[in-house]
């Protein structure tokens, strides 16, 4: 069954909101070809929406053999072992090894191991997808990196290089947050495209409820629009759940249950994920408590705090882990107490607290 979010999403830049950059974008693509882009958007914009709806103008049929998807997140919150076990990465750790034991040998660097960073690994992926050939007689390929604000300085300096050697095999979209975090020479090879998100997330909702008959009061519309923060995806997956869930007009109490039921169950279930060795997964469930859900640390720590004990793990690695939440809800303690800055922050250390739970039992 096809969920909801992509049964309408937008099919090309003609269904995207923005339409006076959407029909300048087609023009650009049928005169002179895709643009380098950068799509910046808060977290909950259409970014997303907009980024397939690019593709599949520039490509038409094609757009899935010609588009590679890559999230720098899931990249970098994994470790070397989970790369090396992923057979999209595997080959390029080991291509990555390669090249630097050749630099090694090349300059007399006495080390012989050849160790190699994800960094260099990442670059190695880039620059391979780059030199991909495109296919069904499109002119060039697609590279959407998403978060590319949290590339380092030294790999968008690369990218910049890549950019200039590979432009015309491949185009690149970077997917961001905000613009601070890019470096002005990328930022100058690319057009930027602001998307939007709160009235066009309420069109296409009120739009579905009616061509799916959904029955559900405007009230519970507006609260459902409202507990979302107009966020897209998560606007879709409330509305199917809603729907699959009720077989009577939907109400405002009935938003409300399901979403305490769904911070109920992040909160150990973020835990429990990062214990098994999941940090990615169980970053995005602590993500979604505290952007979505807007949930203060002290109540996620007080959360993660009783959960420790119901762990299936030994008595030993439980107290390594309250050690570390100890020194999480210290390192949180010393935040601005602006509630974006905190949030800004406080993402780093909850984001590395969760990386280090994965480990505790490597």
């Not at 937008?10 to 006076?20: F, H, I, S, T």
């Not at 602001?194 to 409820?209: A, D, F, G, L, S």
């Not at 009720?246 to 992040?266: A, L, M, P, Y």
């Not at 959960?307 to 210290?330: F, G, H, N, Y």
Request: hydrophobic letters at 30%; aromatic letters at 8%; one cysteine or more.
């Amino acid at each position: 069954m096809t969920l909801l979010f992509d049964k309408y999403r937008p099919k090309d830049l003609g269904e995207v909101a923005n339409q006076e950059v959407a029909r300048g974008l087609e023009r650009q693509i049928e005169e002179s070809g895709l643009p380098h882009t950068v799509i910046s958007g808060k977290r909950s914009s259409d970014k997303i929406e907009f980024v397939y709806a690019l593709s599949r103008t520039a490509f038409g049929g094609q757009f899935e053999n010609n588009t590679e998807f890559a999230s720098v997140e899931e990249f970098f919150s994994r470790t070397k072992g989970d790369l090396k076990d992923d057979p999209k990465f595997a080959r390029y750790l080991r291509e990555a090894r390669k090249e630097t034991r050749r630099l090694y040998k090349r300059y007399d660097i006495d080390k012989s191991s050849g160790s190699v960073s994800k960094e260099a690994a990442f670059k190695q992926y880039i620059k391979t997808m780059s030199t991909n050939h495109p296919v069904g007689g499109a002119e060039y390929r697609l590279l959407v990196l998403f978060e590319a604000e949290r590339l380092s300085r030294n790999l968008q300096n690369a990218l910049r290089r890549i950019i200039e050697k590979y432009g015309d095999n491949c185009r690149y979209s970077f997917v961001v947050t905000g613009l601070n975090d890019l470096i002005p020479a990328l930022q100058s090879r690319c057009l930027h495209i602001p998307t939007t998100t709160k009235q066009n997330t309420q069109k296409r909702i009120k739009k579905t409820i009616k061509q799916e008959e959904i029955d559900i009061t405007e009230e519970a519309t507006e609260a459902l629009l409202h507990t979302t923060n107009n966020d897209p995806i998560r606007s879709f997956l409330l509305l199917e759940a809603l729907g699959s869930r009720f077989d009577r007009q939907i109400q405002i109490d009935d938003i409300t249950e399901i979403t305490k039921e769904t911070i109920k169950s992040n909160i150990p279930g973020s835990l429990r994920c990062a214990v098994k060795g999941e940090s990615r997964e169980a970053i995005k469930l602590t993500d979604e408590l505290v952007y979505d859900e807007n949930m203060r640390y002290g109540k996620l720590l007080e959360g993660w705090s009783r959960e420790i004990q119901d762990l299936p793990i030994d008595d030993e690695t439980k107290a390594r882990i309250k050690v570390m939440l100890a020194e999480l809800d210290s390192d949180l303690r010393e935040l601005p107490e602006d509630p974006n800055q905190r949030k800004k922050y406080g993402r780093s250390l909850y984001k590395k607290f969760l990386s280090k739970v994965a480990g505790v039992n490597e």
